[in-house]
């Protein structure tokens, strides 16, 4: 005799699916006696029949790739999706370029490295979006012995 119709009971009463359903296997004859609701809600109560616990899905590994990824790994060509831009939008890479360079400028004119025409003539060109980085910026005025000292 199978035991479908004390599942679908103990479920009901356990308040989960059938599968989560757990029997005594010392008291089976008696759970097999059992054909009401009466029945299966006392041997809940003895402890004959009972829910399994639920289970739950791991964030072991998760918390672990994110761990890397702050590290900066996992992040290569291969992992992409999506455009550069939509990584890292066009307006913030330029915030970033625009402020290290104006940054860049400041420092030679308080050093004296250039003086306040050429900064100026420079700082246009930055807002023109002449110079790919602060490198570009020094290759250009070493080029044209624009820098002092």
Not at 13 to 20: A, C, E, M, P, S
Not at 26 to 46: F, P
Not at 104 to 131: A, T
Request: glycine share 6%.
């Amino acid at each position: 005799m199978t035991l479908k119709v004390q599942k679908r009971l103990a479920g009901k009463l356990l308040k989960v699916g059938v599968n989560r359903v757990w029997f005594d296997q010392n008291r089976l004859e008696e759970i097999k006696e059992a054909i009401t609701r009466a029945d299966i809600g006392h041997l809940i109560r003895d402890k004959a029949v009972q829910a399994k616990p639920e289970k739950g899905i791991s964030s072991f590994r998760d918390r672990k790739l994110r761990v890397q990824r702050r590290k900066g790994q996992r992040k290569g060509q291969g992992s992409r999706k999506g455009k550069s831009t939509s990584r890292l939008k066009s307006k913030t890479a330029w915030i970033r370029k625009i402020r290290s360079q104006r940054k860049f400028l400041r420092y030679l004119k308080d050093n004296k490295s250039i003086n306040s025409s050429i900064y100026k003539k420079l700082y246009l060109m930055c807002k023109g979006g002449f110079f790919r980085s602060r490198r570009h910026i020094k290759l250009y005025l070493t080029e044209r012995n624009l820098m002092k000292k």
